[in-house]
């Protein structure tokens, strides 16, 4: 796995709906990729405040920002 096919899974990972074949990727894959631990660490943040609010939703905006984060960060290594 690498990180565009990370990015690819993350909504279905947060949501808790991956196999745990692909859970187990998406961890090894961010133990040895600091970027996408922080943003993984980060969006978890993020879903957990709108879960307070009531208002959880992985949307279209905040996946292609997420994208953008991790492989602006990614190309840079
Ligand atoms: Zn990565």
Known sequence: MNCTDLLSQLGDYLDGQLSEEL???VRSHTAGCEHCRV??????????IYKGQELYEVSPELRER????IMAKCLKK
Do not use: F, S
């Open 23 to 25: 859970r187990a990727e």
């Open 66 to 69: 997420l994208h953008n984060a």
């Open 39 to 48: 943003v993984l660490n980060t969006t978890h943040q993020t879903i957990e």
